[in-house]
């Protein structure tokens, strides 16, 4: 197997699984947020919170808390159907 080729098995493997529960898990927290269940900006705060506040047991501490960042702000500046007519 070459190197491309195992570079894009990595990447269904891994990477997709991985991606689609990122916006699985934005699509669910903007639902919510339409039916005014929850606060999405809530949820982002919360999200941010939890990075700074990583515990030193932690394996890998930063690039956890880099995907927390990225993930708050998806959810912050991710539309629903509704208003755009895309999830972005």
């Known amino acids: 197997m070459d190197l491309e080729n195992l570079i894009a098995q990595l990447g269904e493997t891994v990477?997709?699984?991985?991606?689609?529960?990122?916006?699985?898990?934005?699509?669910?927290?903007?639902?919510?947020?339409?039916?005014?269940l929850i606060d999405k900006e809530s949820i982002a705060a919360q999200l941010e919170a939890s990075a700074r506040a990583m515990p030193p047991e932690v394996i890998s501490p930063e690039p956890i808390a880099r995907h927390m960042y990225a993930l708050a702000e998806a959810i912050r500046t991710s539309t629903t159907h509704n208003e755009s007519g895309s999830i972005q």
């Open 15 to 36: 990477s997709a699984p991985v991606t689609a529960q990122k916006f699985a898990f934005v699509v669910l927290i903007n639902a919510l947020h339409a039916k005014g």
